[in-house]
């Protein structure tokens, strides 16, 4: 019974060891994809400013299509009221190309790298967060 | 509400499970981690069956690094005595020969009333008849009493009675209880020529059947009262 015991609270151990680290990965790795996904853009912005371009369009799509195969993965570890402003961003992002409103568009790209910046930093593992 | 639906289940299996790892002790019986323990898993779990936008995982974590926390909490308690104090303290002496001990009952915020009231919980309604009284751990009061008042009991009397054993279900609700039948080194056939001796045809007509080392038995059957009755030849390995 004393095994039985140490081998429950074995499995236990590795299973949190495991969520820990799936969690720090799959979260690190969409909101990176994220973020990346929002430079491209920027730097699509830099080189020309017009949205309605092929290039743009595919960008944007990129953005999306990601976001919407992370968002899935995430939902099972982190709160969703947390990465929602994401999502509604993105959603935003769509209209702005579609009636080519720069302005409009560099914000919610901010506000997206923002969002993810401040969530990844939110959920490493700190002093500061543990406090 | 599917979703709300099939997360309270999902929830209430785990919070099973991890009070079943921490074991059989009910609230009275819980040291003060324990208590804490239960107290915050009862309001964890409640989080994410509530909030739907809160993964499952967000409730789950926690319970499950409680429990390993209580593991390793109960493993040190048991190594070290010094840690087991300093975690659930020790027993104090509220009541000695000389009376109540005041300086106790400061250091563990009792009043009066309340040791009334847990002398009265164990059967002792002054405390002139108890010797000592204990406040364990748990927070119960173990109670010695003074000789006189003390439960007379077979030693003391110098009676000879014969041990008592712990009775062995045989049918339950009618149903054989097919692993206590062997532990009792009985077979189907023998309960069946028990209870037709008894005046039950069958199994599913017997409410409960029970059977103790000594041989002594007990039967009722369905619809019927119940009555005690020896059996021989019933040798049980307690």
């Avoid at chain 1, 509604?88 to 790298?113: F, G, P, Q, R």
């Avoid at chain 2, 002790?25 to 809160?54: K, N």
Wanted: charged share 20%; hydrophobic share 45%.
């Amino acid at each position: 019974m004393k095994v039985f015991h140490y081998i429950n609270f074995g499995i236990i151990f590795l299973f949190l060891v495991a969520i820990c680290v799936i969690e720090d990965v799959v979260v690190n790795n969409s909101l990176t994809q994220t973020q990346y996904d929002c430079f491209q853009i920027e730097r699509q912005l830099e080189r020309d400013e017009t949205l309605n371009s092929m290039q743009m369009a595919l960008l944007v799509d990129n953005l999306e299509y990601h976001w919407d195969n992370n968002e899935s993965s995430l939902c099972y570890l982190v709160n969703h009221k947390s990465i929602q402003e994401i999502g509604m961003e993105i959603s935003k992002i769509k209209s702005y190309v579609a009636n080519n409103d720069v302005e409009a568009l560099k914000v919610s790209i901010e506000t997206i790298k923002y969002c993810c910046h401040s969530y990844l930093h939110f959920m490493g593992a700190s002093v500061h967060n543990i406090l | 509400m599917l979703t709300i639906v099939a997360r309270s289940i999902i929830i209430y299996i785990i919070v099973l499970l991890v009070f079943r790892l921490m074991g059989k002790r009910q609230i009275g019986q819980m040291q003060p981690f324990e208590l804490v323990l239960t107290l915050i898993i009862a309001d964890l779990a409640t989080i994410p069956m509530a909030e739907v936008s809160v993964p499952v995982l967000h409730g789950v974590i926690p319970l499950l690094t409680l429990s390993i926390v209580h593991f390793v909490l109960t493993l040190l308690t048991k190594k070290s005595t010094i840690f087991s104090r300093v975690i659930s303290g020790k027993p104090v002496i509220i009541i000695n020969p000389h009376g109540l001990d005041y300086k106790a009952m400061k250091q563990l915020n009792l009043t009066i009333d309340d040791i009334m009231a847990a002398l009265r919980n164990c059967g002792y309604f002054s405390i002139s008849q108890v010797q000592y009284a204990i406040m364990e751990t748990s927070g119960k009061v173990s109670v010695l009493p003074k000789a006189e008042y003390s439960p007379a009991t077979n030693g003391a009397l110098e009676l000879d009675e014969q041990e008592s054993f712990v009775p062995i279900t045989l049918i339950n609700e009618g149903k054989l209880m097919e692993d206590n039948v062997k532990f009792a080194r009985l077979d189907k056939d023998k309960v069946i020529e028990i209870i037709n001796q008894q005046g039950a045809k069958r199994i599913k007509d017997v409410l409960i059947l029970t059977i103790d080392k000594a041989g002594e038995a007990y039967i009722q059957p369905i619809g019927s009262e119940g009555k005690s009755f020896k059996t021989k030849s019933l040798v049980v390995e307690a």
